[in-house]
């Protein structure tokens, strides 16, 4: 393993915040993600559960977690299962926990093999009269695949019909919405290693270097620093490039007078940062650059004087449209008699601004937590405004992460150069 896990005391306190909000007699089951094949008998990379993690720690494959906190028989009341290990699976996939290091990982006692997990399941369902599974609920979520949560879900109400059965997603958001010590000591490694990265490619962006070659030097800063690697598909974006959201492809050459749109990060531990810069590709802004960029960095200002405890997103973002507005009415880019007979269900800023503005951010990306529900304190936003003008090939977007305070927030990424002349300095040695 590469990162240093958290400390157990961290997923113990998880549970119990969870316990704290069940009906009597209820009981929570959460399985481990699958692993998905690709072709032939290849596979996809292990990425575990995001609740499993969240609750016990542990970050293998086949992990089922079952919390029965009301259970007579207190070795009932937290029972953690996994992957026996044997000496084949140790030379053909390497080393798998032993019961004695996923105890110490989750700070659960008692661990069994998966293969006691039926026994123990029976037992359990007889027992209990509330059974809360997952899913993911995320809004944007889409899903053409069934997980196993979800085969598991069906299995249940075939055999045991007669249970009541809840959802553990919303639960689950409130608790992970407000973030921990431990994990925003996680989350800053995890920003640390992207600013080690950052710096890395302001001294080694120019023009004629390819997309890809940025990336390779990333993902080399990356890993040499313990990241697991990127937090999200990279997006290296230069002159007309940046103007497509979710540009992935970085196969282009950098040109001289260009801008590049570097929307990358990395994840450290399972939490994961959220950086973007856009930098000049031969160390200066030109006028028009600098203008866009400018208002795009006033946006960003303003937003993280906004983003407070109490503010609903939603109405957040429609303070954003209004400082996004103005600015574009200033750039040049619309006239302030269209946007006075705009129609309201199709503002004209989406034109160049079409993406939300923040989101929140943790062990997923785009994290869990309640888009109706008030901003609290120690909850984590992305702050992330840009200006995407196809026309002249040219997009802005600069993106800092942000906690929540209950007096001030904390900008995480403030040690990261974000000023147009500090960004120049740094390119230009």
Known sequence: MRYQPLPADLYIYNRERLYRQLPPRSVVILHANDVLPTNADGSMGFVQNSDLFYLSGIDQEETILMLFPDAQDPKQREMLFVRETSELIAVWEGEKLTKEQAKDRSGIERVHWLTDFETQFRLIMCQCDHVFLNSNEHPRATIPTETRETRFTHRCLREYPLHDYQRLAPLMHGLRCIKQPQELGALSEAIRITEAGFHRLLKFVKPGVHEFEIEAELAH????????????????????????????????????????????????????ADLTRTI???????????????????????????????????EYQEEVAKLMTSELIDLGLLKRDDVEKQDPEKPLYKKYFPHGTSHHLGIDVHDVGHTWKPIEPGMVFTIEPGIYIREEKLGVRLENNILIGPDRNTDLMASIPIEAEEIEALMNG
């Open 280 to 314: 000049p590709v031969n160390g200066r802004f030109t006028q028009r650059q600098r203008q866009v960029y400018d208002a795009v960095l006033r946006i960003f200002r303003e937003c993280r004087q906004i983003l407070r405890p109490g503010v609903i997103i939603r």
């Open 221 to 272: 800063e990356f890993i040499r620093q313990r990241a697991r690697g990127f937090a999200y598909t990279p997006i290296i974006a230069t002159g007309a490039n940046a103007c497509v959201l979710h540009y992935i492809t970085n196969h282009c050459q950098c040109q001289d007078g260009e801008m590049l749109l570097l929307d990358v990060a990395a994840n450290y531990g399972n939490y994961n």
